[in-house]
């Protein structure tokens, strides 16, 4: 048996303490994260520039070690990379030498992930990257290369790369970042309704706070210098949603709250009310 038995009781991700600091830095680049997790959750994270979102992240994907504390998932301590943590990233990563189905199943080729398999597990695996094709409405480009898709598309190419493996954690770090604001919206219901299929737990990066609240269950609001985390947002809105929810007046008021104290947690509020102030001084000697 590969990964422990699923236990709810359990968090799928239990972070206690963890402080993470790069050689050379004067300060730490996390300083006492405390967070839990659950199966099946989705979770952002926002922040300033320099909060730590992206190393946090990177932390639980075994990329970057931390410096103590303690970071478990299902209840085992993360000591590198692990096949039941899947990354996506902003830049899409894909093999340019690859057709976009070899892409979706290059992870069937690494060793990890055929040790032990048997004839029926390998129909199976080939199986899951049609269905893969079919959920992220690529049949007609199975075939085609990289350099030939949108940048939507090469986008949900990774996402069915990393969805391939059936990783119980995925991890993304500012996927949408680089897609125009209509293909964004589109995204944003996919990943929606690929969370509800696949039943993973989802950690999402983002910059965007409207994006933030659309997408999770959960919003964290991590503040710089040094990168910790500095309130936890419950998102009200249940597991329906359209993109009309981003009009409503209690969304724009979560927004606004989070906005709020993000640029509070920055010092951003302080420098827009000194450049207030500044403007002001000069209108009045001019």
């Known amino acids: 048996m590969r990964f422990p038995a ?3 009781l359990v968090p799928k991700i239990q972070i206690r303490d963890l402080h993470k600091r790069f050689d050379g830095a004067p300060l730490n ?12 959750e989705f979770v952002t994270f ?3 520039s320099g909060c730590g979102k992206s190393t946090l992240l990177r932390t639980i994907g ?7 504390g303690e970071l478990l998932v299902d209840g085992r301590p993360v000591t590198g990379p692990d096949i039941d943590r899947a990354m996506v ?6 093999y340019p030498w690859m057709s976009v189905m070899e892409n979706i199943k290059f992870c069937r080729q690494l060793s990890a992930h055929r040790k032990d398999l048997t004839s029926a597990q390998v129909e199976a695996a080939s199986g899951r990257a049609d269905a893969l094709l079919r959920l992220m409405g690529l049949q007609a480009s199975a075939n085609a ?3 030939q898709l949108s940048g ?3 986008q949900r190419v990774a996402i069915a790369r990393a969805l391939m493996g059936r990783p119980g954690i995925l991890l993304m770090d500012e996927p949408f970042g680089a897609l125009d604001a209509q293909t964004r919206e589109v995204m944003h219901d996919l990943i929606r309704h690929v969370h509800r299929l696949e039943r993973a737990t989802i950690v999402f990066v983002t910059h965007d706070v409207e994006e933030a609240i659309y997408l999770g269950g959960r919003v964290v609001l991590m503040a710089p210098r040094p990168g910790r985390i500095d309130t936890v947002y419950d998102v009200p809105f249940g597991d329906q949603r359209d993109q009309d929810l981003k009009h409503a007046p209690e969304f724009l008021r979560l927004k606004r709250e989070i906005l709020e104290r993000i640029r509070e947690t920055s010092g951003m509020k302080t420098d827009l009310e000194q450049l207030q ?10």
């Not at 102030?277 to 001019?286: D, F, I, K, Q």
């Open 46 to 48: 926002v922040g300033a």
């Open 145 to 147: 290369w990289p350099n």
């Open 277 to 286: 102030r500044l403007s002001g001084l000069t209108a009045e000697t001019v």
């Open 152 to 154: 939507g598309m090469q």
């Open 62 to 68: 075994g990329l970057e070690t931390h410096t103590s």
């Open 29 to 40: 680049a996390l300083e006492h994260i405390n967070l839990d997790i659950a199966h099946n």
């Open 89 to 94: 990233f902003q830049h899409y990563s894909l």
């Open 6 to 8: 699923f236990n709810p």
